[in-house]
């Protein structure tokens, strides 16, 4: 088997930080929206803690934002290229098709290019779209009374809850099929393994001088190779 190291350790490591944040926010803003359940006391625990979760959100995203610019992961494996594009109907109908008849995926990560088409145009959306939305909503009515004149103002309190309230079903149903898709690989757990140890494993292609020897040492093999058969050629 050879090993294809993937996910360096701080995104792995704010992954999961994020995950925990995108489930804290989800239980307790429904909570907040339940008939019943709900109240909107400055001081009830459901919203203190989406409120706080919420600041650790925009601090996540953050960080998020500063190391891929800072590191090669923005350029790298975000950006939509032209081939992509191409893809882009061929992976649909792997994921929509051809996965429910036993075909294999088109799509092979590699440490230069991790995402397809698809979850490029995906996570793009979530990163670019979707948080930056529903932290910017989530600002404003993190201190309500601080920006209730101004929302009063532009009489926008109803359509920033739409907002919000949408970008939040959106990020749910994200969380549901990125669970099911990660569980998709060779067995249910290879892709989340590599997300905690950074690396995923593909079996050796039989027949290659790299499978089994160090790169620095294929090309002597080879060339001891070539002239043992020049050798039994001549005799």
């Known amino acids: 088997m050879k090993r294809i190291y993937l996910h360096p350790l701080p995104l792995r490591i704010w992954h999961w930080v994020n995950a925990l ?6 239980i307790t803003g429904t909570q907040l929206r339940i008939p019943g359940i709900a109240s909107l006391r400055p001081h009830h625990p459901a919203l203190l803690v989406h409120k706080y979760v919420g600041w650790a959100m925009v601090a996540s995203c953050g960080f998020w934002l500063v190391y891929s610019m800072a590191s090669d992961n923005l350029s790298r494996h975000y950006m939509i290229r032209k081939r992509d594009l191409k ?8 994921y929509l098709i051809s996965m429910f008849r036993g075909e294999e995926n088109p ?7 991790k995402f397809n088409a698809l979850q490029k145009l995906a996570y793009g959306a979530i990163m670019f779209i979707f ?3 529903l ?3 989530g ?3 993190s201190d309500i009374l601080f920006f209730r004149k101004y929302i009063l103002l532009w009489k926008v309190v109803g359509v920033l809850n739409v907002i919000h309230v949408i970008g939040a079903y959106v990020f ?31 079996p050796d292609e039989p027949g ?7 790169p620095g040492e294929a090309a002597t093999f080879q060339e001891c190779h070539t002239e043992q058969e020049g050798a039994n050629i001549d005799g």
């Open 87 to 94: 893809g882009i109907f061929r992976q649909a109908k792997f």
């Open 131 to 133: 948080a930056p939305v």
């Open 172 to 202: 749910a149903l994200y969380l549901v099929v990125h669970v099911y898709m990660a569980t998709l690989g060779p067995t249910a757990f290879f892709h989340i393994k590599a997300m905690i140890v950074g690396y995923e494993e593909e």
């Open 21 to 26: 944040i995108i489930i804290l926010l989800i």
């Open 208 to 214: 290659t001088i790299t499978d089994v020897i160090p």
């Open 135 to 137: 932290v910017v909503t």
């Open 139 to 141: 600002f404003l009515f």
């Open 107 to 113: 799509f092979r990560p590699t440490p230069d290019e």
